[in-house]
């Protein structure tokens, strides 16, 4: 039977933590032995945890911005709904002439644009060459029902390259008139 130690797959780890004592009772069981190094999975849990914490902050962390501005516009529609309940790597507020007004985090990440560039443009300035001029069509009339509505668009980052991008667009309103619009973006394949 082989021994127990030398089955753990991160022991490594588990030598470090040990103090003086508890090092000097298991060092007889440490020998080499010829094996397949395997991956650190305790490491991988770990990072893929960490990002998992990280992505519900930044979530929490576009909540509480949207929220802010919300309590200036009296938007009928609560923005943390909308951002639970739907994925996305960016967000895009914008006025209701589509003059962008704030982005979070991960449109800069997603398009390659820092958010100040974006701010005060139309989100026009994404598309290009590749767009299709029917989507765009296709977008501006439905951005004129307002009602909440989903499309896929191609869209390029700063460096020119393309990306297929789902959109789900709300518009947000203030007595029953329109007067903003969140877009929650997504690359997809």
Known sequence: ???PISLMKSLDLFINSLCVEEYEE???YLKEEESNPLNLLSFDFHVQNLNSILKKKSIQS???ALKHIAKGEAWIKTIEPILTKNSFEALI???????????NEGFSKMTGY???YALKKSPV???GRETSEVTRKRIREKLQKNKPFKEVIINHRKDNTTYKCELHIFPLMHNDK?????ALERQIA
Do not use: A
């Not at 914008?94 to 003059?99: A, G, K």
């Not at 329109?178 to 969140?182: D, G, K, N, S, V």
């Open 114 to 116: 820092p958010r100040n």
């Open 26 to 28: 298991i060092k007889g």
């Open 125 to 127: 300035f994404l598309q």
């Open 178 to 182: 329109t007067t903003h619009f969140l």
């Open 62 to 64: 576009d909540i509480q």
């Open 93 to 103: 507020l914008t006025d209701i002439n589509r003059t962008i007004l704030w982005v």
């Open 1 to 3: 039977m082989k021994n």
